[in-house]
Nanobody, 115 residues
Framework: QVQLVESGGGLAQPGGSLRLSCAAS????????MGWYRQAPGSQRELVAN???????NYANSVPGRFTISRDNAKNTVYLQMNSLKVEDTAVYYC?????????WGQGTQVTVSS
């Protein structure tokens, strides 16, 4: 059974930081690309960042320089370090594992940025 379990969400002040984690089980982790997506109320789910099996990264236009995606294949975990948080970063953040013909999603973790 495949499981992607996100953690690390919560409440942060503008300008603050949070680190999200996504622990994967039931898959051969290093054969999957990993991504972080977010969905704000009333909006579509959107890509935040992704990282390939070889560690190449890609970021949405709204986050480069503020967010960093990384992966630890020994721990089957992908991370999203979020710095300089803005109110508009408030959303449910989802982890995605994908490769050809296979896509899995986590249940999401809420991130709220508010003073």
């Amino acid at each position: 059974q495949v499981q992607l379990v996100e953690s690390g969400g919560g409440l942060a002040q503008p300008g603050g930081s949070l680190r999200l984690s996504c622990a994967a089980s039931g898959i051969t982790f290093d054969t999957y690309a990993m991504g972080w997506y977010r969905q704000a109320p009333g909006s579509q789910r959107e890509l935040v960042a992704n990282i390939t099996q070889t560690g190449r990264t890609n970021y949405a236009n709204s986050v480069p320089g503020r967010f960093t995606i990384s992966r630890d294949n020994a721990k089957n975990t992908v991370y999203l370090q979020m710095n300089s948080l803005k109110v508009e970063d408030t959303a449910v953040y989802y982890c995605k594992a994908y490769r050809l013909f296979r896509t899995y999603w986590g249940q999401g973790t809420q991130v709220t940025v508010s003073s």
